[in-house]
């Protein structure tokens, strides 16, 4: 195994940080500080940073199985109620799941991770995992939680539990969990080289895989109802669904007078209206509709999607862009194997493509 460094990144940006180099059995060869005033003079093969948690939201949830990216916008999703910032400030990281099928989560406003890693580059330092104080703890024996000071924060780690707080807040976090305080440095050193040894997560991976030009996670998801990320769609369509379905018969009756209502925008009400009568809601709710349509696009190339609007009570309307006429044939022609209907509602001309507003339906 390489070399790792350790860094542990400070809370003030004017203060240095300490930094460890282990070798593969986590045995100390270096110690040093560094910032950007002393950089660091050799790159590491393998970094780690401990940054603080006080800055990040950490919860251990139980998310349905996908790529990397689709299990960062389910966390999102379900933390949507947690989370004080707009979704495309954010960034999220997921570890691997336990035993129980639940993962760590954790959330960070995106502006406090680049303050992180502009100091780290200014320090000479690029390509670190980031991992947050609170989970590169272990958590304590028989329900307890693990406290550890940082600076001027108190992290706290338990099996359910890790937070970074204010040292007073601890008893009201904890809960009826007993603190374990654990002072030793020696003790402590010892579990940030186990953590650095096998990080929880990594709150810079979604920053490296969106390097690129590639679109952040609101193109996957909006309270709205707009999707854009590939089958991920089928997990958020089902959300959507169960909170349409639990809406009482008055939300239902007030959803229908707006889409009534807004046929008045329409540049021409009749043809509107007699389009969204001619489209039968789709056979296996919105959801199968929306994962459908991700996997008609998928096949044809150059097709994506700008956004994808779910109608709890209709089904399913998006917006389409695609290289050629032809394309969005094809597209039909994939979505007629799978029962369903795609309807073009309008197509023109956009900047070398094709962009068409459809509505997805079932077959007749």
Known sequence: MIPTRLILLPGRADEAAPFMTLDASGAVLERGRLSPDAPATASAPRTVVIVPGARVLMRRLALPAGTPAQTRAA??????????????????????????????????????????????????????????????????????????????????????????VQPDLADVVAGDRPLLAVEDPGRVEGMLVRAAMHPALDLAVSARSEAGGLKRWRRAIALAGVLALSPLALILAEAIRDDAAARDADSRAAATARRISDLASAA?????????????????????????????????????????????????????????????????????????????????????????????????
Request: glycine share 8%; proline share 4%.
């Open 268 to 364: 021409d009400p009749v043809a509107e209206a007699e389009t969204r009568l001619a489209v039968l809601p789709p056979p296996g709710g919105v959801a199968s509709a929306a994962a459908a349509l991700f996997a008609a696009l998928e096949a044809v190339p150059q097709a994506e999607m700008d956004s994808l609007t779910v109608d709890p009570e209709g089904g399913v309307r998006a917006s389409l862009r695609y290289a050629a006429y032809q394309d969005l044939e094809a597209i039909r022609t994939a979505m007629e194997a799978q029962g369903l209907t795609l309807v073009d509602v309008s197509t023109v001309d956009d900047g070398g493509r094709v962009a068409s507003d459809v509505i997805v339906g079932a077959a007749r």
């Open 75 to 164: 966390a999102l999703w379900s933390l949507r109620d947690d989370l004080a910032a707009p979704g495309e400030t954010l960034r999220a990281a997921v570890g691997a799941a336990d035993a129980e099928g639940r993962r760590w989560v954790a959330v960070v406003d995106e502006a406090a991770a680049a303050s992180w890693s502009d100091w780290l580059r200014l320090s000479g330092v690029t390509g670190a995992v980031l991992l947050p104080d609170a989970l590169a703890l272990e958590a304590g024996l028989d329900g307890a939680a693990t406290a550890v000071r940082f600076g001027d924060d108190l992290a706290l780690r338990a099996e359910d539990l890790a937070v970074t």
